[in-house]
């Protein structure tokens, strides 16, 4: 039996944006598993998902630790020092914690080679396995929508990658990209959502209103939301019963151009922009008529799977998004979401169309999206999964 696992990335911990859900949801299925998990954030973070958390303590029975500390110094010029500062104060963390109790694996949710390099070789170090954890392809396909990496950052991974034991990914085409660097065992597992969130959601305050929801980041080049408002724009000019909620945490560029473009479009009155407190999410899903999501047909969109699916499914609410990358290898059209076709907002308002004039058999389809969740994607399964990939890593070698 797996005792104990840690785990290192740079977000905001116990509470963020879609990595640091992810994390705390699988880390939460493996300590229901009878393993204890430690988390540590190399890199300051700020306050602004999680002010009222220490430094280190314990969130849902998984140990979280920042080494340094939360809050980011407010000179910017000092950021890099004070990450490099406090990767040495992780590697001391990890390095005491071990001594106390030894770590089987080590998961590394952070795809920069150095950051790679460093906690992989110390893992060597320590005796244990070290786990490279991905959901996006790496800088600069992500970030700048290239079609592939540079060739001194192909080597660097190769060269790095060697002391890394074995991958998990969130789809095949992500696993394809980093086998072809370096061959490694790997685990796939596509969506992580903690069910337990969505058990109860109460009731928000009846509206006369349809509501049209999409929750993300919001980062233009990941969600096309000017999609999204586009055809909200085409569907309101029909019918005045629909408004549409935008909960994100976007670049103010970014935000100024969506509130321009409401603006533009005149629907700027039935469009609301906001950011969803971790623990009202589930409510303020699960209170909307549509829950709705939209990528560009991208290489970006190619390797990636929304979090925000799984959550979206766990309500039980109609889903449409856009039809990109792998996720119709997991779930259908009309049997458990609605497709739309992508960067075709025409498209996407005439489903949106479709679902509200057919919304008895549309909540059937919501139903059997959110069995899909609690059966294959919970954090329970994801948890069991992680857990065997490393008792297969330990077995292999031994």
């Not at 019918?239 to 409401?262: A, H």
């Not at 009155?269 to 939209?294: H, M, R, T, W, Y």
Request: charge should be positive; charged fraction near 25%.
């Amino acid at each position: 039996m797996i005792k104990r696992i840690g785990i290192v990335c740079s977000y905001p911990i116990p509470e963020g944006m879609a990595a640091t859900t992810r994390i705390m949801a699988y880390s939460k299925g493996i300590v229901q598993q009878g393993a204890k998990v430690d988390v540590f954030s190399y890199v300051p973070s700020g306050e602004s998902f999680s002010s009222s958390y220490n430094n280190e303590g314990f969130f849902q029975g998984v140990f979280y630790c920042y080494p340094f500390r939360r809050k980011r110094l407010k000179n910017r010029f000092l950021h890099k020092a004070e990450s490099i500062y406090s990767i040495a104060l992780t590697l001391r963390a990890i390095r005491r914690r071990n001594y106390q109790e030894p770590y089987e694996a080590i998961i590394i949710s952070n795809d920069n080679p150095f950051i790679l390099y460093c906690f992989s070789k110390f893992a060597k170090s320590i005796g244990t396995k070290s786990i490279f954890i991905f959901d996006e392809y790496p800088i600069p396909i992500r970030k700048y929508l290239k079609n592939n990496i540079s060739y001194l950052k192909t080597l660097g991974y190769k060269f790095t990658l060697k002391n890394v034991d074995g991958y998990i990914t969130m789809t095949q085409n992500l696993a394809n990209f980093y086998c072809k660097l370096k061959p490694k065992p790997f685990f796939l597992v596509s969506s992580i959502t903690d069910i337990d969130r969505f058990t109860k959601t109460p009731e928000l305050p009846a509206s006369k209103k349809k509501r049209i929801t999409y929750m993300g980041n919001m980062e233009l080049s990941k969600d096309n939301v000017d999609n999204i408002i586009r055809a909200f724009a085409f569907l309101a000019s029909k019918r005045d019963d629909i408004e549409l909620y935008l909960y994100g945490n976007p670049t103010p560029q970014d935000k100024k151009y969506l509130i321009n473009l409401s603006k533009t479009l005149r629907v700027e009155s039935k469009v609301f922009f906001g950011f969803a407190e971790f623990n009202k999410v589930p409510d303020l899903l699960a209170n909307s008529q549509i829950l709705v999501s939209s990528q560009p047909k991208t290489k970006r969109a190619e390797g990636g799977f929304p979090t925000k699916l799984g959550e979206y499914l766990a309500t039980g609410v109609p889903v449409l998004l856009t039809n990109v990358g792998e996720i119709s290898k997991f779930v259908k059209h009309k049997e458990h979401v609605f497709f739309s076709n992508p960067e075709d907002p025409e498209d996407f308002a005439n489903e949106l169309q479709w679902i509200l004039a057919n919304y008895s058999f549309a909540k059937e389809v919501g139903s059997r999206g959110k069995e899909v969740v609690l059966k294959k994607y919970s954090h329970i399964t994801a948890g069991k999964g992680i857990l065997n990939f490393i008792k297969y890593l330990n077995q292999k070698d031994a």
